[in-house]
């Protein structure tokens, strides 16, 4: 089955800079990469996603990259801010069957010091 | 318009209790999951109803856990004698899944699930 590492698994930000989150997946047939936030005790909220016929997506101060031939994927959050803090988890899918379910990465907790 | 909603959102049991946890999906949402989330780590698959049925259960931990959606709007994941290694946020999921494109989870707030 699909595996996905994440990191790092915290990350500490000053307010304005930017912060990069990497993931890997094992399933070469994997080809939806959503990334989630989650705030503490909140449930997670889709901030973004990329699929597979992609290799960039941008949404305002969030962007992410997709490198199938080396099967990893990051999301970068330009221009922080404290808002921005909380754990955010990459996923992998296949959808090319009839189960998309998701697997995650273990999160990266992220700080923005203002 | 309305979104994922889990009951209860706190649960406290005995060791050996049976527990039932309700996931309302949005309406009209054909896919639902269940995920189990413990302290720390990223959510993991239970299982997948697709309307009515139930496509995968390969996440279930052990046969004390039974999840069914009868008809094909509310689930219920139900975890029998309950086991201290059973406490975690219990999270559900549904999707407008088309035919062949994995699209957006909408996730509902979670049921906290503690085994005393």
């Known amino acids: 089955g699909e595996n996905v590492e994440q990191h790092p698994s915290t990350l500490s930000v000053q307010e304005g800079d930017s912060a990069v989150i990497k993931c890997t997946y094992s399933d070469s047939a994997s080809n939806y990469f959503p990334w989630y936030k989650q705030e503490l005790g909140k449930r997670p909220q889709l901030i973004i996603d990329?699929?597979?016929?992609?290799g960039e997506k941008k949404d305002q101060r969030i962007a992410v990259t997709l490198n199938k031939t080396a099967k990893h994927f990051s999301l970068h959050i330009t221009e922080t801010q404290p808002e921005d803090s909380a754990v955010y988890f990459c996923a992998a899918s296949y959808s090319g069957g009839s189960n998309y379910k998701l697997t995650f990465g273990k999160g990266t907790l992220l700080t923005v010091n203002p | 318009g309305a979104g994922v909603s889990q009951s209860p959102r706190y649960k406290v049991a005995k060791r050996g209790q049976d527990v039932a946890l309700r996931c309302d999906p949005i309406?009209?949402?054909?896919?639902l999951f269940w995920y189990q989330q413990a302290l720390g780590q990223g959510p993991e698959f239970l299982t997948y109803?697709?309307?009515?049925?139930?496509?995968?259960k390969s996440g279930l931990p052990s046969d004390r856990f039974f999840a069914e959606r009868p008809e094909g709007s509310v689930s219920t994941l139900k975890i029998q004698r309950t086991q201290q290694e059973d406490s975690a946020v219990y999270l559900c999921a549904s999707s407008h899944s088309l035919a062949g494109v994995a699209n957006e989870q909408f996730f509902g707030p979670g049921t906290r699930l503690t085994v005393l």
């Open positions: 309406s009209g949402h054909v896919s």
């Open positions: 990329i699929r597979s016929n992609v």
């Open positions: 109803f697709q309307n009515e049925a139930q496509l995968d």
